[in-house]
């Protein structure tokens, strides 16, 4: 856990990003919507369209998050996590206009660590994807991605738990 995390932070937030009109993109909103009811006291999870500043205050105030995201990646086979960590090599200019362009989590989070002096232990988790045309339905390769991510999701949130619990 980097050490800028306050140890008093025990909440985590899920943030399903992606346009819920376009097919597997909505791949972020379904497993945030499936997050959310858990109804899991410690955990708020959120459907976005699409990553904007205004939501670094609230990754400030938590321990831990998780994004949630459709990829179109045609080798991948399974979701794949990738930790994240504010990085000056990601951070854009000073400007708003820069971040207002940046779509990614590690620029949120580095927008956090720059605006609050904290970020929260990060992951973000690429769903496998293939269907992105107009529409409601999920692709196979998309269904099989949003349940493990959930359980992926599952076990981040007990481990968190279990670290809490030891200290």
Known sequence: MPSSIRSHQESTIIIGFGNIHYSDSSIGARVADEVASWHLSEVLALTVRQLTPDL???????????????????????????????????????????????????????????????YPQTYWIKVPAD??????????????????????IESIIQYQKLVRAAC
């Open 56 to 118: 670094s205050e609230t990754l400030a105030k938590v321990g831990v998050a998780i994004f949630v995201d459709a990829s179109r990646v045609h080798q991948l086979h399974g979701i794949k996590i990738i930790p994240i960590t504010p990085s000056s090599s990601n951070y854009p200019e000073s400007s708003a206009k820069g971040w207002m362009k940046t779509s990614e989590p590690h620029s949120l989070i580095a927008l956090t660590q720059a605006a609050f002096g904290c």
């Open 131 to 152: 269907d992105f045309f107009l529409g409601d339905h999920i692709s196979p390769i998309a269904e099989q991605g949003i349940e493990a991510a959930l359980m992926s």
